[in-house]
């Protein structure tokens, strides 16, 4: 018999972890996602110091509106997915996956949005090589764009799967892909 007080599947043997909604395993995951995007972010900001004209010129090519337009897509489908888990919570399985089918619409429609962004600057010319903050541009955001990719799928894992702990672990993954853009957003975008 396994002691669910040491056990990591009895979530007692997570430390503060084990206080966290949803799996453990998940907050560990969130983590390290958390500490490579603070990685690209310190990176940026030491090649922007290092280059600041070309940063400069880097965002001007850049559509604010765009960004801002994927920051509200985000938001709004953190907070479909936070009463997806509140829904759970009271039992409304039916309710909930309606909620989390509006978070995947929403992040699919960022999907979008970032294609139509990528598009134009491919029509530009403007790619992965163009320049450093293009390089970092593409790599951070595409990268995001992945989460995203992601945090689809596991939505619509949870949604089969539903539950209390699942819906409380899928929605811990989409607000951290919220978080990141929430600061990826202003950094590449807006910072100057």
Do not use: C
């Amino acid at each position: 018999m396994t002691d669910t007080a040491t056990s990591p599947t009895g979530n007692g043997g997570w430390g503060a972890l084990s206080e966290l909604p949803g799996n453990p395993i998940m907050w560990v995951l969130i983590i390290s996602e958390l500490l490579v995007f603070g990685a690209f972010f310190l990176g940026f900001g030491v090649s922007r110091m290092l280059q600041p004209e070309l940063f400069r010129a880097g965002q001007a090519m850049l559509d604010i509106r765009l960004g801002g337009l994927n920051t509200l897509i985000l938001v709004t489908s953190g907070w479909a997915a936070a009463k997806a888990v509140q829904a759970g919570g009271l039992g409304r399985v039916a309710l909930s996956r309606r909620w989390l089918a509006a978070a995947m619409a929403l992040g699919l429609a960022f999907l979008v949005v970032k294609g139509i962004e990528y598009a134009d600057k491919a029509a530009h010319g403007i790619d992965i090589e163009t320049n450093t903050f293009f390089t970092l541009f593409y790599l951070m955001t595409g990268f995001h764009a992945l989460h995203v990719v992601m945090g689809v799928i596991v939505l619509a894992i949870v949604g089969w799967k539903n539950s209390v702990e699942n819906l409380e672990t899928g929605a811990a993954f989409w607000h951290m892909v919220d978080l990141i853009w929430l600061i990826l957003f202003p950094i590449v975008y807006l910072v100057r």
